[in-house]
């Protein structure tokens, strides 16, 4: 059974449009997060989520818009994508403070 | 705040070499440090952990040991393998109430050769 499951694998859009990538966790873990990898592996958090409460919001533009509807999934809606968005995007678990993330496979994003 | 720095990469080594990656960090609070792996196309896996200073992590041969008189936690391995040929990150994690970040490295690339 997959720990963390995002969906889609690869999304290849168009500037300007809206997309939105979705992310389970059937762990039972009550912290969810979204971080970014940038072209050279550099690694980012977006967001953190706690029982459907966002905890971290990193200096991310207003386009970006996590969404937690129960504490086993949160999705991520992007508006008016931009070129510089193109990445690749992780979604992880874990049970609370200092414990191990689980990481989901990643979404490449490519924005064109 | 909190920081995580790696040895520059990336790194080639022939197969049955030994292996060190430096890592070295800073925090505001008491960490728990990480090191996590991601082979070609895949997501992180955590490769291994410690919670509190001298806790030595150990993991498939790798092993990496908290040092806090020198902020470090450097991964080691006697023998590397092709098969461990991935991107290697170094991590911290901070508690702040109830929950905590992860926060990487820049990450080093492995390539091991036959």
């Known amino acids: 059974d997959t720990a963390v499951s995002q969906t889609p694998k690869y999304l290849v859009t168009q500037m300007g449009n809206d997309k939105s990538i979705k992310c389970e966790q059937n762990l039972g873990h009550d912290t969810m997060y979204w971080y970014k990898q940038d072209s050279k592996k550099f690694l980012k958090i977006m967001f953190s989520?706690?029982?459907?409460?966002?905890?971290i919001n990193e200096t991310v533009p207003n386009r970006f818009s996590p969404k937690s509807p129960d504490k086993a999934h949160l999705n991520l809606h992007i508006n008016s994508l931009e070129l510089g968005d193109s990445a690749v995007y992780f979604c992880?678990?874990?049970?609370?403070?200092?414990?191990?993330?689980?990481f989901g496979q990643g979404t490449r994003l490519t924005v064109v | 705040g909190d920081s995580v720095t790696q040895m520059e990469g990336p790194v080639t080594l022939s197969e049955e070499a030994f292996l060190t990656i430096n890592c070295t960090y800073t925090?505001?609070?008491?960490?728990?440090l990480f090191w996590y792996v991601q082979y070609p196309g895949e997501g992180l896996q955590l490769l291994l952990k410690?919670?509190?200073?001298?806790d030595k992590g150990s993991n498939k041969g790798f092993e990496a040991t908290y040092r806090k008189e020198t902020t470090s936690f450097h991964l080691e391995k006697g023998s590397v393998q092709v098969s461990d040929s991935a991107v290697y990150f170094c991590a911290l994690s901070v508690r702040t109430g109830a929950n905590s970040k992860l926060t990487f490295g820049k990450g080093i690339t492995l390539s091991v050769r036959p």
């Open positions: 925090a505001t609070g008491y960490p728990s």
């Open positions: 410690a919670t509190k200073a001298d």
């Open positions: 989520y706690n029982n459907k409460e966002l905890i």
């Open positions: 992880a678990s874990n049970t609370g403070a200092n414990t191990e993330a689980f």
